[in-house]
């Protein structure tokens, strides 16, 4: 089996900055694309940002604010977030498409996710 596990969120001030990991083990032979979405009460989950080892992609309204970025030696992916604002209120999970052996398929797995608050 494949294990995300998130840390980091919390409460924060408006203006504030928090940044969350997402480590990765288990049964691993290599990983794709590993992202953040989020999901507010009501709303429905959406990406926030994700990274391949080419490339990384932010949703418009994260864009000039969060950072991610990933350790592949550590399998961990990171999510700086600045500029926080109450919008930025949710809980925030980690996923990632892992390869478990080399001639398995690419499965997507998902973290148990972090709630971050931001208070104005």
């Known amino acids: 089996q494949v294990q995300l596990v998130e840390s980091g969120g919390g409460l924060v001030q408006a203006g504030g900055s928090l940044r969350l990991s997402c480590a990765a083990s288990?049964?691993?032979?290599?990983?794709?694309?590993m992202g953040w979405y989020r999901q507010a009460p009501g709303k429905q989950r959406e990406l926030v940002a994700s990274?391949?080892?080419?490339?990384?992609n932010y949703a418009d309204f994260v864009k000039g604010r969060f950072t991610i970025s990933r350790d592949n030696a550590k399998k961990t992916v990171y999510l700086q977030m600045n500029s926080l604002n109450p919008e930025d209120t949710a809980v925030y999970f980690c996923?990632?498409?892992?390869?478990?052996?080399?001639?398995?398929?690419?499965?997507?797995?998902w973290g148990q996710g972090t709630q971050v608050t931001v208070s104005s």
């Open positions: 996923n990632a498409n892992v390869r478990r052996r080399w001639n398995d398929p690419f499965n997507t797995y």
């Open positions: 990274t391949t080892s080419s490339s990384t």
């Open positions: 288990g049964i691993i032979f290599s990983i794709n694309t």
